[in-house]
């Protein structure tokens, strides 16, 4: 589907990601970003991960938004009223098909599956329900990456996390507490999640940024 209508939204990089062993590594196809606070920068650090995917990798790279965030990343590209990934799972009476979700971006170098306008009621995911749509999109793209809830803040949060490749938990700069994130880390372990890394966002330079990349 084309997405030309969409909104433009910068990109803005998180201050550090090592992406090198993520792209070498053929297990790693299926990444779910959390944080232990609301606020950290989830989206951002989202989207950062998809485009430098796309640049350093040469096959597909798919963005999903599974957030329930009232802005969302769907909400913050204006596809909030296409649909997307809660209609592909929960939508029972007419599930679209996935080919009819996914959007092209024209100012984006990856595909961009939206969280969807199914209204949820009482519902909860569950792996049953998550696992062949994981599987379908891991078939179809090199990388597919997450945008998720903070871990405490949604239920579907840890559903996800233990389904996935590989769990990227991002820490904000000089605001989270590294015990906050010690135990964010911990819980998502004890659920059966693999944390493979995490993303430093929103990191202050003391001293101008070209010397630190010198350093």
Known sequence: MDGSTTKSLTIANPSESNLTSTVLDLDLRVLFLTAAN????????????????????????????????????????????????????????????????????????????????????????????????????????????????PVYSAADTLVIATLVDGVVLVVRAEDTRWEVAQAATQRLSQAGAKVVGSVFNGRKYYMPKWLYNNL
């Open 38 to 149: 609301s606020g950290d920068g989830i989206s951002t650090s989202a989207l950062a991960l998809a485009r430098q995917l796309s640049e350093m990798s040469s096959g597909r790279v798919l963005l999903v938004d599974a957030s329930q965030s009232a802005n969302n990343l769907s909400h913050q590209l204006g596809v909030q009223k296409e649909r997307g990934f809660r209609d592909l799972l929960f939508n029972q009476d007419n599930a679209p098909r996935l080919e009819d979700c996914i959007l092209e971006v024209s100012t984006l170098p990856f595909h961009v599956l939206p969280n969807g306008r199914h209204i949820r009621g009482a519902e909860h995911l569950t792996p049953e329900q998550l696992r062949p749509l994981l599987k379908q999109l891991a078939e179809q793209y090199r990388f597919v990456v997450i945008d998720g809830d």
